[in-house]
């Protein structure tokens, strides 16, 4: 796939929907990291219930100690893999109040050092609570960027790396968000849809499903 094509399909991406987000329900960079933490291996609309209730308590780390593990995983009971989501993110409360004045770092390797936080999670904090350029690939953006041929790539870390190289400068900051929607709503694993895809005539898909 040449440069021409790829700033074609983001063009229309972008025309669909000019101004993407996350569809984690947040109020603040601390509530975006919780929720983030909490959403792997789980859906946005799974954490989300769960954290309505939570949110409205917690803005803080140091509300978020207060509450205490227990509490915490009361509200997070429905979420996979909630008693250790929950032991994570009493050691990372920990650490923004001890380390970062109970703030979350703006950096890289100070976020990576979070228990419970990864390469994708701090992808997804930096570029969505503090924007920068980044692109988190999830289940969903690995399946998009192979099947279209964006950014063909065997393993996460090798797409994310095509991307920030392929990607046109000028879309790199929401690149991340109409790649995971596309995934999510159009170009889904089982039966992608591309009789109503925007991008179906650039993409290099070779099973197309157009009729």
Not at 52 to 71: I, S
Request: charge should be positive.
């Amino acid at each position: 796939m040449n440069r021409d094509k790829r700033t074609e399909i983001f063009t229309r991406l972008r025309e669909a929907n000019p101004e993407p987000r996350t569809e984690l329900h947040y109020s603040n960079p601390f509530q975006l990291l919780i929720a983030v933490i909490l959403s792997a291996q789980s859906t946005d609309v799974g954490v989300n219930k769960a954290t309505g209730a939570l949110f409205r308590k917690v803005k803080t780390p140091g509300a978020m100690l207060k509450l205490g593990e227990d509490g915490l995983k009361e509200h997070i009971k429905t979420i996979g893999l909630f008693n250790t989501k929950a032991k994570n993110i009493m050691k990372t409360c920990a650490i923004l109040q001890e380390q970062h004045a109970g703030k979350v770092p703006e950096d890289r390797a100070a976020l990576e050092a979070l228990p419970g936080v990864g390469r994708k999670t701090a992808n997804v904090v930096l570029n969505t609570a503090f924007g920068q350029p980044t692109i988190a690939v999830d289940t969903h953006i690995f399946r998009v960027s192979n099947r279209t041929g964006i950014a063909p790539g065997k393993n996460v870390n090798e797409v994310e790396q095509r991307l920030l190289r392929l990607v046109p400068d000028e879309f790199k900051q929401d690149a991340h968000h109409w790649l995971i929607l596309h995934g999510r709503y159009t170009c889904i694993a089982r039966k992608p849809r591309c009789q109503s895809c925007c991008i179906s005539d650039l993409c290099e898909y070779r099973s197309k499903l157009l009729d």
